[in-house]
């Protein structure tokens, strides 16, 4: 009883579905019955010509039915599985050959879901990194200054042995402090494309110039030669000056602060279309296997020395989002205590 039921709700189904194709159905039997009209001259077999047709017209429209429903059970269970994340790759994707193209576009429509999903995960994780990070440099210097501030609280305000050492080292924090909530506005609103570029020609030579003569006292301090070679005076670059100075202070800063004797060259190299910006040191160097993660937000190739020499490890991440945004890209030579050398081209 079950069984007859399960056929006769199979067929139906099958019949159903297949009423999809009855227009076609239509003009098909049309175009057969009027010209047997006219060839069958026997009434007799005019009716059974009719009927027979009508039979086979069922029958082909179950199986039609039919083979509509398996394509239709063979998508759904595709898009359950994709929906599931049951496939690994777009290979495990098969439908009938009567279906490559729909087959082509669900493999392109897994495999830009996979790839969102996958960036998206990529994008929570660093988010994840990003917040742990902020807050680890944050605490740093906050810790410091509430622990000389309480000291001071204590008593130390009254020992003018320290007090005025213990300010200076409570303001050298609030400093770091400020600089590194100035780096981490300028590279959320870089990153979320809320930085506003004002480009236009600039005299390059005159910029470095500048730059050269503000970092003179911080290269003079630890006794470096800071060295301007300039290109033709006249030398104008499209870009926007105020983000390229950023990006230089913060090249010739670093230079500098991982130099312990020699020079920090800064040199400008005309081309035809373009002009390369060099910023060279003769410091402790990077190895080689770090250079594809030093423009990373927070990546310090070394923690320990980078926390001696200051800074908010956001430099060289800013520096990357400038360059590329002026439609560049920052290159980097290095060797171990032979000296590093970073550059870019701009636009002339």
């Known amino acids: 009883m079950d069984t007859d039921l399960k056929i006769q ?21 049309t175009l057969l019955i009027i010209p047997a009209i006219f060839l069958i001259e026997s009434f007799e077999k005019l009716i059974i010509f009719i009927l027979i047709l009508l039979a086979s017209n069922i029958f082909s429209m179950y199986l039609l039915g039919r083979k509509r429903n398996r394509e239709l059970d063979e998508i759904r269970a595709i898009i359950n599985n994709i929906r599931k994340n ?6 495990e994707i098969i439908l009938d050959q009567n279906l490559s193209a729909l087959q082509k576009a669900i493999k392109k429509m897994f495999i830009k879901t996979k790839n969102d999903i996958d960036y998206l995960q990529r994008l929570q994780k660093m988010r994840s990194q990003f917040l742990a990070n902020v807050s680890h440099e944050l605490r740093t210097p906050i810790f410091a200054i509430q622990g000389f501030i309480e000291t001071l609280m204590n008593g130390a305000i009254n020992d003018k042995k320290v007090n005025l050492h213990f300010l200076k080292k409570a303001n050298h924090h609030t400093i770091n402090l400020s600089n590194l909530l100035n780096d981490l506005i300028d590279i959320s609103m870089i990153e979320s494309g809320e930085m506003r570029m004002n480009y236009g020609y600039f005299n390059i030579n005159e910029l470095l110039n500048n730059i050269t003569s503000e970092q003179k006292n911080l290269a003079d301090e630890k006794h ?4 301007f070679r300039p290109e033709d005076n006249q030398l104008q670059l499209f870009g926007d000056k105020d983000k390229i100075k950023q990006v230089m202070v913060n090249l010739l800063q670093n230079a500098i602060k991982y130099t312990e004797k020699g020079s920090v060259e ?7 279309r ?9 410091g402790i160097g990077i190895p080689e296997k770090y250079l594809d993660r030093i423009f990373e937000r927070f990546y310090r190739v070394d923690k320990a020395r980078s926390k001696s020499v200051g800074g908010t490890g956001l430099g060289l991440a800013i520096v990357k989002h400038i360059v590329e945004a002026h439609g560049s890209k920052v290159f980097v030579k290095s060797a171990v205590n032979v000296g590093s050398e970073f550059s870019f081209q701009l636009k002339k």
């Not at 049951?86 to 290979?91: D, L, S």
């Not at 373009?274 to 003769?282: F, G, L, Q, R």
Request: hydrophobic share 40%.
């Open 224 to 227: 470096i030669d800071l060295v």
């Open 9 to 29: 709700s199979d067929f139906k189904k099958n019949f159903i579905s297949s009423l999809i194709f009855l227009r076609e159905q239509v003009v098909l039997n």
């Open 266 to 272: 800064i040199s400008v190299e005309e081309k035809d």
């Open 274 to 282: 373009s002009a390369t910006i060099i910023v060279k040191d003769t």
């Open 86 to 91: 049951k496939y690994q790759t777009e290979e």
